[in-house]
């Protein structure tokens, strides 16, 4: 969900970029009104005011040109035209030089999720992001596989994420992510992907939650439910939502609705029941038995997952039945 800036079309301002970015958007708008009512009006007002009444009618003068009005109309636009450049400059160079005293994240594209290193974290967090409130935080982006571009709306900030290639990003979130009034959740600012990266480029979504320095202390994104089919989905949705729905529906791999205790039918021919041994498995080494159908998806191996872990996913697979 995009909070809308009851102000104007954008979303929500929500980090320091964004009352320039907005300025020289709205102003370049206004411009683009203006001038379209101005000389579409005096088009239309010429057309009429002047048509030829008569087919015989002669041209009322041939005039070829008219040097004042040509030099007033090339030099109010270029005075335009170096006003919104120097504003769009100015922005673009804040936006690239991050100050010195940032914390370092570092988020890594791939099809089709996002993975972010909080800092200090040595395994990524897939898709969640938390941040502090007035605190400026600089990413390091780049991608395993294709072209990707991180973007949050809200705070105005974009950069390609290029494989083999480090990006920077900075910015400093101004704006606490509310809570749901009803669930007391905190409703996220998202992240997209806004470069067509393939099939599910349009999956590529994440979430930042800027909070309190107070929360942020407490390393949110670390917090483990004590119910195990909450963590299991928990994992699922940092892990798996990217290739793996819960509605039946073929992704890049099988969905999870209705596997647990199925029978599947292998790449070669042969047969496994979906338990806990064959989950496990596949987590770690996901192509040592390959579901038919799924040839040439590959999925992301986690040999670093737990036992724990793996119960909990269990646990949740088992809650889908
Ligand atoms: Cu990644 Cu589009």
């Given at each position: 969900?995009?909070?809308?800036?009851?102000?104007?079309?954008?979303?929500?301002?929500?980090?320091?970029?964004?009352?320039?970015?907005?300025?020289?958007?709205?102003?370049?708008?206004?411009?683009?009104?203006?001038?379209?009512?101005?000389?579409a009006g005096l088009l239309a007002y010429a057309v009429f005011k002047w048509r030829r009444r008569t087919p015989d009618?002669?041209?009322?003068?041939?005039?070829?040109?008219?040097?004042?009005?040509?030099?007033?109309?090339?030099?109010?636009?270029?005075?335009?035209?170096?006003?919104?450049?120097?504003?769009?400059?100015?922005?673009?160079?804040?936006?690239?030089?991050?100050?010195a005293d940032c914390l370092q994240y570092q988020v890594k594209g791939k099809q089709w999720e996002w993975q972010i290193?909080?800092?200090?974290?040595?395994?990524?967090?897939?898709?969640?992001?938390?941040?502090?409130?007035?605190?400026?935080?600089?990413?390091?982006?780049?991608?395993?596989?294709?072209?990707?571009?991180?973007?949050?709306?809200?705070?105005?900030?974009?950069?390609?994420?290029?494989?083999?290639?480090?990006?920077?990003?900075?910015?400093?979130?101004?704006?606490?992510?509310?809570?749901?009034?009803?669930?007391?959740?905190?409703?996220?600012?998202?992240?997209?992907?806004?470069?067509?990266?393939?099939?599910?480029?349009?999956?590529?979504?994440?979430?930042?939650?800027?909070?309190?320095?107070?929360?942020?202390?407490?390393?949110?994104?670390?917090?483990?439910?004590?119910?195990?089919?909450?963590?299991?989905?928990?994992?699922?949705?940092?892990?798996?939502?990217?290739?793996?729905?819960?509605?039946?529906?073929?992704?890049?791999?099988?969905?999870?609705?209705?596997?647990?205790?199925?029978?599947?039918n292998l790449e070669d021919g042969s047969t496994v029941l979906v338990d806990r041994e064959y989950v496990a498995e596949?987590?770690?080494?996901?192509?040592?038995?390959?579901?038919?159908?799924?040839?040439?998806?590959?999925?992301?191996?986690?040999?670093?997952?737990?036992?724990?872990?793996?119960?909990?996913?269990?646990?949740?697979?088992?809650?889908?039945?």
């Amino acid at each position: 969900m995009i909070l809308q800036d009851p102000q104007s079309w954008l979303p929500v301002p929500a980090s320091t970029f964004a009352p320039s970015v907005d300025g020289v958007w709205i102003l370049t708008w206004w411009l683009c009104v203006f001038f379209f009512v101005l000389i579409a009006g005096l088009l239309a007002y010429a057309v009429f005011k002047w048509r030829r009444r008569t087919p015989d009618q002669p041209a009322a003068s041939n005039t070829t040109h008219n040097t004042t009005l040509e030099v007033v109309w090339t030099v109010i636009p270029l005075i335009i035209m170096m006003v919104l450049f120097a504003w769009g400059w100015k922005g673009g160079m804040d936006m690239t030089v991050a100050p010195a005293d940032c914390l370092q994240y570092q988020v890594k594209g791939k099809q089709w999720e996002w993975q972010i290193w909080h800092p200090g974290s040595t395994s990524p967090v897939v898709r969640d992001m938390y941040v502090p409130v007035n605190t400026n935080v600089r990413v390091t982006t780049y991608s395993e596989d294709v072209l990707h571009s991180f973007y949050i709306p809200a705070f105005r900030c974009k950069r390609d994420v290029l494989p083999g290639r480090y990006q920077m990003v900075w910015f400093n979130a101004t704006r606490l992510s509310e809570r749901d009034p009803e669930t007391g959740e905190l409703m996220p600012y998202p992240i997209l992907c806004a470069e067509y990266c393939g099939r599910n480029h349009s999956y590529m979504l994440g979430n930042v939650y800027v909070v309190t320095q107070e929360e942020y202390d407490q390393r949110p994104w670390e917090v483990i439910p004590d119910d195990p089919v909450e963590y299991g989905q928990m994992i699922w949705e940092r892990q798996c939502v990217a290739c793996h729905t819960l509605d039946g529906s073929k992704l890049v791999g099988p969905t999870f609705q209705g596997l647990w205790g199925k029978t599947e039918n292998l790449e070669d021919g042969s047969t496994v029941l979906v338990d806990r041994e064959y989950v496990a498995e596949s987590i770690r080494m996901p192509e040592a038995k390959r579901v038919a159908g799924y040839a040439g998806n590959n999925m992301t191996a986690y040999p670093d997952m737990t036992d724990e872990q793996v119960d909990a996913i269990c646990a949740f697979l088992e809650s889908l039945k």
